[in-house]
């Protein structure tokens, strides 16, 4: 059976999941080197606390450090990812390809987990990662269940998005946060920009969309709850549940619906359609934005987007029948402090609700007039109530007959949390008991966990004949399965008992709390013992000491023993004749898509492929043959990095693999990487110490529209008008647009394929920064003209040629183009 894999905030959540019945329970440790920085995470205490209640229940605990790191922050994480491990975490959930080899170096026994925000979604990179020595890889989100059984062959461990919000992009190639205010997907500070209302425009800035479509990038929230059989047949090992962010009642009502539905799915026997529908009433009852299982089965239309919404749904439960607006009252406000009281006047109404669906005591509704949406309002249950009924609710203000009415928060839940969120013991783990009492022998019980992880046995006094009253087997067991505060659980008792004995039952407690006592010990026991055998985490000097010694043991070159090349102006292009266009300009390197490439145009010679950030089973046709022996070859996912260097290609590694310290160099370069094109997260500081530490040539995009977002959903079915035959899709030759709330257009576009791609709002102009980049060493400054016509095409690369023959010859290149920002040379991201 799949590993039930749940979220955890902090220690309330937490407490909420190992009640629920985890298996095994993720979180983050302190607040600076995970994705979730904004979660109430956990100190050093709490989390030692929150590690040993969760392995006496028999549940593992993983630690998030799935965020891009940089170099001067590698011997921090290290110290941290050491730490945890003493204190009791199981796994380690990491993105960054550099942090990743440098915890396989200093502590081998430490079992590493690859994050999702890796961005692997096929056989070739989950087998990549396998030679990694990883413990598991996370799957992207997007994946069905047919290509789970292809990866699950390559013998890894594959952990499967279960429940919870949907990012609209592939996770760890989405810079639309940071592009748009600095907070970092890939740092743990995504301001969620997906969720906002945008219109589709066209080339004259007017609207398309369909009505109510104002949030086209909106997904709903997964939910595989009713596809666990075939999860389980994929070769799943682990549902995670996101929820990092969302509150203990949640975590609880989530893990309880799936623990019920695994356990069923277990047990075998027949479909119980009651207790299904429970489950899915349950899940409806904490905060949803509705479900889909759309991707699980190989589908990205429009049945998986909530346009309409990007708040909590909740379930529907009735319609409001009529409202009364009571008689104003004056109520007194102010005059605590000695300053002047004022009335003010409190209105208030009864609302008639007509139920569709039973609700509790205490429910949150939501009443939404149909007519006007914005004008909703929030009520409380006053009681519970059974489908059919009406109740009557006190509400702020009167609101229309026909208003919809769901629950959004249950009571319920909240009250289930609540008990469990202080407990020592939130879940008790089940043990075997055996019970020895022989004349003349000592009493002993031993107590072993049910998985059989553990045993325990502790002896007591001496069995003697009973003086007054013998005790009976039936005796034995409630006085030895009174275990008390204990964290465990009596399942089974067996007995072995002369007739005729007797006892003390106080002596008999003893014994049996010390049994108690000796069982937590062994089940602690192993992580007790960690701090025997572990390396201390090594500090910065130390960390570049081994970079240099893997560099000559695998006979890399050392960053100051080889030969840089001479700058040159590089090109991004969409079609053969800008290509031209940049070669005429300048350009020494033109790339293209394989897309491109493949449309049936006349290139001009010397091309480079320029590869998907996405290479998924269904991919491998279009994109692996632009591999070639000793061949340049731009690569977007570790899937494509395998290939290359299988093939003996000459792999450029693309932004949308962050490279974003040393150690990430190092690895990449070990893996096969003959050159880098550094992330336009970066400041020009890290860009220059990259290139200055880097053994092959760096590149960096120079200007250009830096891409923010690729997603499996067409952004142009917002405009309710998909023909489902992306090749003869007008739609998708105009030049359209995404308008934010604030004006601004982010261009859009989606490939012959049906995936989107959206571009960033303002365009990039580096080259003002020529002069610093040459200087630091990076050789490969790009004009991406992906959005460009070949005479905008020309333009760009030429002033990239321009800029480069300033700083060759010591002047300062031209200022930046009007309109065009630096993106984040001199701001950083969070």
Known sequence: MPELLAPAGGPEAFNAALAAGADAIYCGLGNSFNARRGAHNFTDETFGEA????????????????????????????????RAWLLGADAFIIQDWGLLAEVRRSWPQIECHVSTQANVHDARGTAWCRELGVGRVTLSRELSLDEMRTIAKEGVELEAFGHGALCFCYSGVCMMSSLAGGRSANRGLCAQPCRLPYDLVDEEGHAIEAPGRTRPLCPKDYCVVDDLPQLRDAGVASLKVEGRMKSPDYVYAVISAYRSALDALGAGGEKDSRADAARHRTLRRVFNRDFTDAYLWGRSGDEMMSYERSNNRGELVGEVVSSRKLEDTLVRRGGSDGGRERMRRLTRADVEIR??????????????????????????????????????????????????????????????????????????????????????????????????????????????????????????????????????????????????????????????????????????APYDARAERLAVAPSARGVAGRLAEVREKDGLAAPDAW????????????????????????????????????????????????????????????????????????????????????????????????????????????????????????????????????????????????????????????AGRCIHDCPNCELRRRRLSLRDIDGNLLPVRTDVHGRSRIWAAHPLDATPQADALVAAGVTRLMADATLLSPEECAFAVERVVRALAAAAAGKRPAPRVQGATSGHLFTGIG
């Open 51 to 82: 590690c040993r209640r969760a392995h006496l229940a028999g549940a593992r605990v993983y630690v998030t450090v799935n965020i891009a790191v940089a170099t001067r922050e590698i011997p921090q994480v290290l110290e941290l990812i050491r």
């Open 355 to 524: 139920l569709d669906q039973p609700v509790g005591e205490g429910d949150l509704l939501e009443l939404r007039p149909l007519d006007d949406p914005s004008q909703f309002l929030t009520v409380r249950a006053e009681r519970a109530a059974v489908a059919g009924e009406t109740i009557t609710c006190r509400a702020s203000r009167p609101i229309p007959a026909g208003a919809v009415v769901r629950v959004i928060r249950s009571q319920a839940a909240m009250d289930a949390a609540a008990r469990v969120s202080g407990l020592d013991v939130p879940r008790r783990r089940p043990v075997t008991v055996s019970v020895r009492a022989r004349l003349g022998e000592p009493f002993s019980v031993t107590l072993a966990c049910a998985d059989g992880s553990a045993v325990a046995t502790t002896e007591g006094f001496v069995m003697e004949p009973a003086r007054t009253k013998a005790v009976t087997r039936e005796d034995l067991i409630e006085h030895v399965g009174r275990m008390g505060q204990s964290p465990f659980e009596p399942v089974s008792f067996e007995v072995q008992m002369d007739e005729g004995a007797g006892m003390g039952f106080s002596a008999v407690h003893k014994v049996r709390a010390q049994a108690c006592e000796a069982l937590e010990q062994q089940i602690l």
């Open 563 to 718: 030969t840089r090349p001479a700058p040159e102006a590089c090109a991004l292009v969409a079609s053969a004749e800008a290509a031209r266009s940049a070669f005429d300009a300048g350009a020494t390197r033109v790339y293209a898509t394989a897309d491109a490439l493949a449309d049936g145009a006349a290139w001009p010679e010397g091309v480079i492929p320029w590869l998907d950030e996405v290479c998924r089973e269904g991919d491998h046709a279009r994109l692996d043959p632009w591999v070639g022996a000793g061949q340049p070859v731009g690569v977007g996912n570790v899937s494509e990095l395998a290939l290359a260097a299988s093939r003996g290609a000459l792999a450029e590694i693309r932004t949308c693999i962050p490279v974003h310290n040393e150690s990430c160099l190092v690895a990449l370069e070990e893996a096969g990487a003959a050159g880098f094109w550094l992330s336009p997260e970066l400041t020009l500081e890290e860009v220059c110490a990259l290139a200055g530490a880097a053994s092959v040539p760096v590149g960096l995009v120079v200007s250009g529209r830096a891409r923010a977002m690729t997603s499996e959903h067409c952004v142009l079915q917002a």
